[in-house]
């Protein structure tokens, strides 16, 4: 079992910058693949950005890709997502998950997720 637990959300406008962090305790850090996901009222989950288990490889969705980062610090037990030039339309909920394996855009393979944080970015 893993917990993971997500903080950094907030309010802001757009065009400015804001990082995700993700803890996780449980099981052995490195041996998960760790992703970010969002989600607005009454639409589905979205990938948004994952990261291999060392760090070497990341993955972005078309609409973050040049203003997302995803990092991890595998010492710290921790994924990160730093998001800049942020736009309205990347309100939602933030969820950070983990997998042992699996396609690095597919979501619906990740066998734990976190409670999620809230970002609203006003125009």
């Known amino acids: 079992q893993v917990q993971l637990v997500e903080s950094g959300g907030g309010l802001l406008q757009a065009g400015g910058s804001l990082r995700l962090s993700c803890a996780a305790s449980?099981?052995?850090?490195?041996?998960?693949?760790m992703g970010w996901s969002r989600q607005t009222p009454g639409n589905e989950r979205e990938f948004v950005a994952s990261i291999s288990r060392r760090g070497g490889s990341t993955y972005y969705a078309d609409s973050v890709k040049g203003r997302f980062t995803i990092s991890r610090d595998n010492a710290k037990n921790t994924v990160y997502l730093q998001m800049n030039s942020l736009k309205p339309e990347d309100t939602a909920v933030y969820y950070c998950?983990?997998?042992?394996?699996?396609?690095?855009?597919?979501?619906?393979?990740?066998?734990?997720w976190g409670q999620g944080t809230q970002v609203t970015v006003s125009s």
């Open positions: 998950a983990a997998k042992t394996s699996g396609g690095y855009y597919k979501i619906d393979d990740y066998l734990y």
């Open positions: 449980g099981r052995t850090f490195s041996n998960y693949v």
